[in-house]
């Protein structure tokens, strides 16, 4: 759960998350052809399909999977399927989520994060990581560079987990799309009017 935040230290590693069975092939590909160290982080558990084998996969820019005009939702790994159904009740209540896969944390897609914060005016970040150094900070750090905007983070906040199902954790740690709809419908409040 500390990989992003130890790995982000070291400035010349490639830091691939992808999101199901689809990307993580395309990863290893791009990876392979990469000069350079690459961390390709992947899930214990079976990752839902989510792509078909014409998405595109490149290092270094997010693919967006939903657009969306009142909030933006950056997921990586396993969180990107939660963020997805995250949007799917966002829009029962009239909340349109766009959805941005940040597959590779870096080099971090900063223009998709830019374009997110001018575009929707709100955030949020989901990592099945610690909040700390992850993926979270990283998007806080270029929107405060660049277009400030109310952001919230799911994640794991500064503590170890225990042991479970996949399921029981994401429970447990508030890693569900009913967190991620409430941390969005917090971030979408939070915007200046």
Known sequence: IEDFSLLGGLPTFTILVPSDPIMMRKAVR?????????????SREAMPYIYDESAPFEIGKANLLRQGKDVTIIACGL?????LDAALILAEEGIQARVLDMHTL???????IEAAARETGAIVT???QLIRG???????QTAAGCCPVPIRFVGLKDEYPCSGSLEELMKKYHLMPEDVAEAARQAIAAKVK
């Open 30 to 42: 791009a990876a392979v052809k990469h000069v350079g160290p690459v961390f390709i982080r992947s």
């Open 126 to 128: 989901a990592e099945e």
């Open 106 to 112: 870096r080099p971090l897609d900063t223009a998709s």
């Open 79 to 83: 969180m990107v399927a939660v963020a």
């Open 134 to 140: 992850g993926m979270g900070s990283a998007v806080a």
